[in-house]
């Protein structure tokens, strides 16, 4: 191994001299080799275009503390667990969210065992003859299917003879939208 690196230190210091050598001459050095011209690069296609991507969802403030029974959002809060409870096959539960335990089971009758509940924007509310009502559209959906609908809640204002029950929100009625 002690001769290999002398011959290879012996190797690099002649041809030191060698350069030395010929720059104190006047000797030119040999030319090197032309390099070959470098093949042209293949033209490139032009990037394909970036599909715009989709804008953001709204972001949903959290309200800051409790809610009004009697607001918009407790109304929305009302679709949102009748979703829960009918995901969770919960029907009897989910009927008491009704006005009338009549027209939710008949509803639930309609519904395939994977229903889910997808809840759009909640309406503004209207009044009428003592009743205050919003619309929430909503879209069932499961295995194989997917339907739009709009639940009409309800509820009493505070008018002599109402009671508790009718006071808070309700499902008064679910639609199905034509697809």
């Given at each position: 191994?002690?001769?290999?690196?002398?011959?290879?230190?012996?190797?690099?210091?002649?041809?030191?001299?060698?350069?030395?050598?010929?720059?104190?001459?006047?000797?030119?050095?040999?030319?090197?080799?032309?390099?070959?011209?470098?093949?042209?690069?293949?033209?490139?296609?032009?990037?394909?275009?970036?599909?715009?991507?989709?804008?953001?969802?709204?972001?949903?403030?959290?309200?800051?503390?409790?809610?009004?029974?009697?607001?918009?959002?407790?109304?929305?809060?009302?679709?949102?667990?009748?979703?829960?409870?009918?995901?969770?096959?919960?029907?009897?539960?989910?009927?008491?969210?009704?006005?009338?335990?009549?027209?939710?089971?008949?509803?639930?009758?309609?519904?395939?065992?994977?229903?889910?509940?997808?809840?759009?924007?909640?309406?503004?509310?209207?009044?009428?003859?003592?009743?205050?009502?919003?619309?929430?559209?909503?879209?069932?959906?499961?295995?194989?299917?997917?339907?739009?609908?709009?639940?009409?809640?309800?509820?009493?204002?505070?008018?002599?003879?109402?009671?508790?029950?009718?006071?808070?929100?309700?499902i008064d009625r679910i639609e199905w939208k034509s697809a």
């Amino acid at each position: 191994m002690y001769g290999r690196t002398l011959t290879g230190m012996i190797v690099l210091l002649l041809a030191a001299c060698d350069r030395d050598h010929a720059a104190e001459h006047g000797d030119k050095p040999a030319p090197s080799p032309p390099l070959a011209p470098a093949a042209p690069a293949p033209p490139t296609a032009p990037a394909a275009p970036v599909a715009p991507s989709p804008p953001p969802k709204p972001v949903l403030i959290e309200p800051k503390g409790p809610i009004d029974p009697k607001s918009v959002e407790a109304a929305g809060q009302v679709v949102q667990h009748y979703g829960a409870l009918i995901e969770q096959r919960r029907f009897e539960d989910a009927a008491s969210l009704w006005g009338n335990a009549g027209q939710a089971k008949a509803f639930a009758d309609q519904l395939r065992p994977s229903t889910h509940l997808e809840i759009g924007d909640l309406g503004p509310s209207e009044g009428a003859a003592g009743s205050i009502y919003t619309t929430v559209p909503v879209i069932f959906y499961g295995e194989g299917f997917r339907r739009p609908a709009n639940i009409i809640l309800r509820r009493a204002n505070d008018v002599p003879g109402s009671t508790e029950a009718q006071r808070r929100w309700h499902i008064d009625r679910i639609e199905w939208k034509s697809a």
